[in-house]
Structure formats: C-alpha cells, structure tokens
Nanobody, 119 residues
Framework: QVQLVESGGGLVQPGGSLRLSCAAS????????MSWYRQAPGEQRELVAT???????NYASSVKGRFTISRDNAKNTVYLQMDSLSPEDTAVYYC?????????????WGQGTQVTVSS
C-alpha cells in the first residue's frame, strides 16, 4: 500500500519560514520524481517544485529563490524549505510521486498539509 504523508504545515507570519516533509512508503522512492503542489481556496492546484530521481529541480516562478526542494532517498522523504513566506503562499500543500517510465504511469498523492501565512 502506497502512502505519502505530509507534515510541517502550520501558521507562520509573513517573512517567516517553514519546512514541509513528505514521507513515502510502499514505493521504490529513489526512482520517482517527487513534487510539491499547492491549492489555495477557490483556485486550481498548481505545481510548486519538482525534484527528479537524479535530483534535478524545477520551480514555479512565484517561488523561485524562496523555496528549496530536496530529497533524502535513504529516508524515503522529500522536503520543501519555504522562506520569505507571504500571504499569497497560503494554501494546502500536497506531495506527489510520479513514475512515468512504464506503459501505465504511476502517480500518487498525499493528503495535504495546510500552510497559512498571516500576521
């Protein structure tokens, strides 16, 4: 059974930092591309950051320079370090695991963790 469990969300003041974690089980973690998405109220889910199996990274323009995605394959965990947070970063953040080198791509989601940036 595949599980992605996010943690680390919460309430933070503007300008503050948070680190999200996503612990994966039930998959061969090291071969998956891992991503963080977010969804604000009334908005569509958007891609925030991606890290490939080879640790290549990509970021949404809105978070580039403020957020850092990383992975620890020994711990089956992906992280999202979020700095210089603003109220516009308020959303539910979701972890995604994707492996597309098969005829039927494998795609899994976590349950989400709430991040609220407010004074």
């Amino acid at each position: 059974q595949v599980q992605l469990v996010e943690s680390g969300g919460g309430l933070v003041q503007p300008g503050g930092s948070l680190r999200l974690s996503c612990a994966a089980s039930g998959i061969i973690f090291g071969i998956y591309t891992m991503s963080w998405y977010r969804q604000a109220p009334g908005e569509q889910r958007e891609l925030v950051a991606t890290i490939t199996s080879g640790s290549g990274t990509n970021y949404a323009s809105s978070v580039k320079g403020r957020f850092t995605i990383s992975r620890d394959n020994a711990k089956n965990t992906v992280y999202l370090q979020m700095d210089s947070l603003s109220p516009e970063d308020t959303a539910v953040y979701y972890c995604n695991a994707n492996y597309d080198k098969t005829l039927a791509p494998l795609d899994y989601w976590g349950q989400g963790t709430q991040v609220t940036v407010s004074s």
